[in-house]
């Protein structure tokens, strides 16, 4: 069963350093989603991409943040300064377009778990 | 803008107890609406969905009903089992032409099924 895969599943990095977190979306998806959860709060939209370019974006996904579809497979979400509040679980979702009005389901990775300290 | 609430945990029933886990919305339109699960140490997946009013969502034994009049979808389950034992998010898709949409999280349901 085709599935989101994420890599690493944890990440620790000092305050101060860029991060990258990698996705690898179901290959037939064209809508490419990242979420973040801070230990013990709710799932939190981020960003959504499609058509190599961002089509939405939550107040949480500032300057420090950016996406990037570098090679036609990877999805990677770029942090460039960590703060100690970066800290959380960040899903990577997909979905597959389907037509003009109509919903689609997103499949989500396994997460990955960054640490700043 | 779109909202989902959720009622609080932690949730504590013994197995085979009957579980109810209440769901509300507030968006425009008919958005579509989810079930998701985090067992622990793991990801979001999907545990199921209705896309229109009054549809009833199922899989392993769960189910939540679309209910329009009182924009509701509580999760239920009829005999819980200690495997059930996860973190429940409530989440709802807005519609936009175009397809494809953010969800909108509730802020999870922990279930904890003691023997």
């Known amino acids: 069963e085709p599935e989101v895969t994420q890599t690493p599943s944890h990440q620790v990095t000092q305050m101060g350093q860029e991060v990258i977190l990698r996705c690898v979306p179901i290959?037939?998806?064209?809508?490419f989603y990242w979420y973040r959860q801070i230990l013990g709060q709710k799932v939190e939209f981020l960003v959504s991409?499609?058509?190599?370019?961002?089509?939405?974006k939550s107040e949480i996904f500032d300057d420090q943040f950016s996406v990037e579809r570098p090679d036609g497979s990877n999805f990677t979400l770029k942090i460039r300064s960590t703060k100690l509040e970066d800290s959380a679980m960040y899903f990577c979702?997909?979905?597959?377009?389907?037509?003009?009005?109509?919903?689609?389901?997103?499949?989500f990775g396994q997460g990955t778990r960054l640490t700043v300290v | 803008g779109n909202s989902v609430t959720q009622m609080e945990g932690p949730v504590t029933l013994s197995e085979e107890a009957f579980l109810t886990i209440n769901c509300t919305y507030t968006?425009?339109?008919?958005?579509?609406l989810f079930w998701y699960v985090q067992y622990p140490g793991e990801g979001l997946q999907l545990l199921l969905k209705?896309?229109?009013?009054?549809d009833k969502g199922s899989n392993k034994g769960f189910e939540a009903t679309y209910r329009k009049e009182t924009t509701s979808f509580h999760l239920e389950k009829g005999s819980v089992q200690v495997s059930d034992s996860a973190v429940y998010f409530c989440?709802?898709?807005?519609?936009?032409?175009?397809?494809?949409?953010?969800?909108?999280f509730g802020t999870g349901t922990q279930l904890k099924v003691e023997l």
């Open positions: 979702a997909s979905s597959e377009v389907q037509g003009l009005g109509r919903n689609t389901e997103a499949f």
């Open positions: 209705a896309t229109k009013a009054d």
């Open positions: 290959s037939n998806h064209l809508y």
């Open positions: 991409f499609y058509n190599n370019e961002i089509s939405e």
């Open positions: 968006a425009t339109g008919y958005p579509s």
């Open positions: 989440a709802l898709r807005g519609v936009l032409t175009g397809g494809g949409n953010k969800l909108t």
